[in-house]
């Protein structure tokens, strides 16, 4: 069995459910991966905690209790090094890869950007689930860990537990993807599923939304297609070859879909869902988002709630089709621990 040294930036709601899983799953991981995953370090807004010398690991469940009680990472006991700086952890640790969970940033990236760059110039790993570097600097990162040959995962960054990537990716290998086209947004799909179900009006599908933890106190993210595009991005640069950033994406949100536009729709036999779209056209890739009427027996019509969906035009596979994948902390960091069980098969330490 290998062991795998992590560093964990970021311990908020993705990041504490990370830690769960590790503790939760370690049985699980030695036995059928062959993976012992040890979390040497924890960063956090405030400093870091660092495992000692002499032990292995931070014990998850320690810290998880500490914190939820009240206490801050760098105030874990001995394992508490107020003021550490994520950069600095990462380039004086012996470590194989981070976990890069901390708050996604659209307009610096930061500090995730600081933290992938650090690990990625060392060769370590990087496993992550915020967007925000990755929208903003793809191709640098791709070129820092071609050149120091470390790896980028990002499957939690492009739809979480939806596997988005592993479809284009591996499913489909071989294939010409011609089109992507998806519901990568499950705040969006919840509130037109309420207004298109039960024919609620915008502003109260909107409000359940939150009052369920499906959306943000500020949803705009969400409802003006940003979460959607971004995500879109992402998957075009990483399967079509595109090198686009966020101004290469035409958007437009749901904020303005009103109870008429719905019954419009049901009423030639359609429904509203927000789509992003990839797709030729002129010989370029063009990406949007934007609310779209689809055929109900089109597969993205039966998507319904907060789930999500993302469908592959092919040339020699044809139409392929996933759907499901709850939006929430424990569905990112299921995507995070299974990028990490792929990356430890990928590099030849996993079964």
Not at 243 to 259: F, K, L, M, Q
Request: glycine letters at 12%; aromatic letters at 4%; a negative charge.
């Amino acid at each position: 069995m290998r062991a795998q040294r992590l560093i964990l930036c970021g311990f908020g709601k993705v990041g504490q459910a990370f830690a769960q899983l590790l503790h939760e799953r370690r049985e699980l991981l030695q036995t059928r991966y062959a993976l012992g995953l040890n979390l040497v370090a924890v960063v956090d807004i405030g400093g870091a905690a660092l495992a000692p010398r002499g032990l292995p690991m931070i014990p998850p469940s320690e810290l998880l209790a500490h914190v939820k009680t009240g206490g801050t990472v760098e105030g874990f006991g001995d394992f508490g090094m107020p003021g550490a700086t994520g950069e600095a952890v990462i380039d004086s640790l012996e470590a194989d890869l981070i976990v890069e969970a901390t708050p996604t940033n659209l307009i610096t990236g930061e500090p995730g950007l600081r933290h992938m760059r650090a690990a990625l110039r060392r060769g370590l790993h990087v496993v992550a689930a915020n967007k925000g570097p990755l929208v903003l600097c793809y191709a640098e990162l791709q070129a820092l860990s071609q050149e120091h040959q470390g790896q980028l995962y990002m499957s939690a960054a492009t739809a979480a537990a939806l596997p988005t990537l592993d479809v284009g990716q591996t499913c489909l290998a071989g294939t010409q993807i011609l089109s992507i086209e998806g519901i990568l947004n499950g705040t969006t799909n919840f509130i037109l599923t309420k207004m298109q179900d039960e024919g609620y009006q915008y502003l109260d599908a909107l409000q359940e939304a939150q009052a369920r933890g499906i959306a943000e106190t500020d949803p705009t993210l969400d409802v003006e297609g940003f979460d959607t595009a971004n995500k879109l991005l992402l998957l075009s640069n990483i399967l079509l070859g595109t090198g686009y950033g966020p101004n290469d994406v035409s958007r437009h949100g749901i904020a303005h879909i009103t109870p008429q536009m719905v019954m419009d729709a049901r009423r030639v036999g359609k429904c509203l869902k927000l789509i992003g779209r990839a797709g030729l056209s002129h010989g370029k890739v063009r990406l949007s988002v934007a609310p779209e009427e689809l055929a109900l027996d089109h597969p993205l019509a039966s998507v319904h709630g907060a789930e999500k969906a993302v469908t592959y035009e092919t040339d020699t596979m044809g139409r392929v089709t996933v759907m499901g994948g709850p939006s929430s902390p424990t569905g990112a960091a299921a995507a995070l621990l299974k990028d990490i069980i792929n990356l430890s098969r990928a590099t030849g330490h996993g079964p």
